[in-house]
């Protein structure tokens, strides 16, 4: 599938339809591999010491006092910025890094578990949701590809799944991410698209109610979210060649 995609319209988007606070500077209208993109995490909060429970005075206590239980602290998102195209913990080298990252702009995520490339990424849970205006693909129907742009029919964000890495060597630090894709051979918009032949994919677009549930589902559940978007929701229209 293609590895390009449009970033949101406004800054003001990411707060209204994501929750986070919208980027100070917003990158270039496309994204395309090695390209510096914007996607949603879980922030980084620091956990809170419980304060140990005190008896009464003139009061004894007979073993451990129970603690109250701490109430579940509440899910903080970030937007991150970060190249488009993974950058594996084990890659050796910043050029080596750059070489990769096209391969892996896009990963299938039935091999996002035992991939060489994501399966450390998968097991640490560091998943991330892409947001994006809309995609391009073409549409090779009439054997000579026509960019075609693929949005929701309502016109809102899509929020896409994808893996996010943090790749750091001799000082050097990259932040990368890589959306995920599904099959889509029987899917009645996306089947249109790809070269002949070929298994038709499209990206992981989550509903919007469960943007915060993929961020935080247990491993063994996380999996339940990769489902092609319903074809009713999505419209494609040819690119206007200017």
Sequence with gaps: MSTQYECLKSADLYAEAFGVAPPEKLPGKEVWPRQTGLFIRKAFVPEQASAEPSAEPGVETVGEAAAPAAPASPLVLELAQGQFGLVPTWVKSASDARLRSTKLAVTRY????TATATRETWLKGQRCIIPMQAFLEDDW????PVPTRIARVDGKPMGVA???ERWTQDGEEITSFTLLTVNANSHALMNRYGQ???EKRMPAILNEGAWSAWLTAPLD???EFMRAYPANLLLAN???KK
């Design 196 to 198: 002949n032949g070929n």
């Design 141 to 144: 129907r009439s054997r000579k």
């Design 162 to 164: 994808g893996l996010w």
């Design 238 to 240: 040819p690119v206007q």
């Design 110 to 113: 039935e091999t996002m578990s």
């Design 221 to 223: 559940k996380a999996r």
